[in-house]
């Protein structure tokens, strides 16, 4: 079974102005709410692919409630731990570039973490356990490190789609797949990388300090990906941009979907980089006929290499 941890989910508010004027009242051409925060978003794309999975995290207050809510209307399992306080609201501004308002979150008890750390023990060698997201300010910077030790300690899989200085701290623990963004890769590297070459080297050193597959995605660019045995590069297909919001989080449920169902790397990739151009390209997160749809315009090349 697939489990997603959601530390800080959020109500995610996308709103559309004509232009955004500070300092002035701005009236909204269109708004719309979603259930977020970046492991609640891989398993609301998951269900989209047909793939059940169940939603772990903090979670509380009315804002909480719509989530539970939305996610039982998208028959998505959850298995929240219940803080005092309201999950956050974060704010995605769209007038012509995209602003995001990310809020901080609601207090989270040593009961709270507690609870959560016995219900991530449960987990077993036949699951597969996605980090996603970023850590509240209320609990300390180690918390993933500590939930992953609890991962090696049951053999249980896992995935770490999170900011550098998160992921460094996990990579030891050998986690399955890794997704930083090629901005959240130069942080690591103190760099800019500006291209498919600088992103697969970088991405190779990821290997060698313990990730089993590296995907650096690169927005509009595209995306790499690398391994032990391969490294691949995808361009992607122009088009207009709805929402980029959860876009990286979708390459994390189309690889695992496609993974478990071929235990193939490539067509894993190629799946996951149609699924973030397929979200990209939507308001909402993509759907599988979206993904499926701009599947054909996805070339996988071997990096350095002809096409495959
Ligand atoms: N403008 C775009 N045009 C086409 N595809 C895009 C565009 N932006 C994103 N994508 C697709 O989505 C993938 C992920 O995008 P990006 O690198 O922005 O992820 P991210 O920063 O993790 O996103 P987020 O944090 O919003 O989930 C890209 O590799 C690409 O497949
Ligand atoms: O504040 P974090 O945890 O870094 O990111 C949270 C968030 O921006 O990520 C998702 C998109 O990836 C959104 O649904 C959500 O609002």
């Not at 501004?93 to 979150?105: D, H, K, P, R, Y």
């Not at 987990?123 to 970023?134: F, H, N």
């Not at 890769?185 to 800019?192: A, I, K, S």
């Not at 599947?295 to 996988?300: A, E, K, M, R, T």
């Amino acid at each position: 079974m697939i489990y997603t941890l959601t530390l800080n989910p959020s109500v995610d508010y996308v709103i559309q102005l004509e232009e955004l004027k500070l300092g002035e009242l701005n009236r909204v051409l269109r708004e719309a709410k979603f259930p977020g925060g970046k492991g609640i978003n891989v398993s609301r794309v998951l269900q989209r692919m047909g793939v059940s999975s169940k939603a772990l995290g903090f979670i509380g207050g009315f804002t909480g409630k719509y989530i539970e809510e939305r996610l039982k209307q998208e028959k998505i399992s959850c298995d929240f731990v219940h803080v005092k306080g309201d999950t956050r609201i974060n704010v995605k501004l769209q007038a012509g570039t995209e602003t995001e308002i990310n809020a901080s979150g609601p207090p989270i008890s040593k009961a709270d973490f507690e609870a959560l750390k016995e219900k991530i023990g449960a987990l077993t060698g036949r699951d597969v356990l996605v980090l996603a997201g970023s850590v509240p300010a209320v609990l300390p910077e180690t918390t993933y490190e500590e939930l992953v030790k609890i991962c090696v300690q049951n053999g249980t899989k896992f995935v770490a789609d999170m900011e550098g200085r998160l992921l460094e701290k996990v990579l030891p623990y050998r986690p399955f797949l890794i997704k930083p963004n090629h901005h959240e890769l130069g942080e690591l590297f103190h760099t800019e990388i500006a291209d498919f070459a600088q992103a697969v080297a970088c991405g190779k050193r990821l290997v060698q300090r313990g990730a089993e597959n590296v995907i650096v995605s690169m927005a509009d660019q595209g995306a790499v990906f690398v391994s032990r045995q391969s490294a691949f590069m995808a361009e992607v297909p122009k088009g207009e941009v709805k929402s980029s919001v959860g876009a990286g989080d979708s390459m994390v449920a189309g690889f695992l979907a496609k993974y478990e169902e071929t235990g193939d790397v490539k067509e894993a990739f190629r799946y996951s980089v149609a699924s973030g151009c397929a979200t990209a390209f939507s308001l909402d997160l993509c759907t599988k006929e979206k993904v499926e749809e701009i599947l054909p315009h996805i070339i996988i090349k071997n990096f350095g290499g002809d096409s495959g």
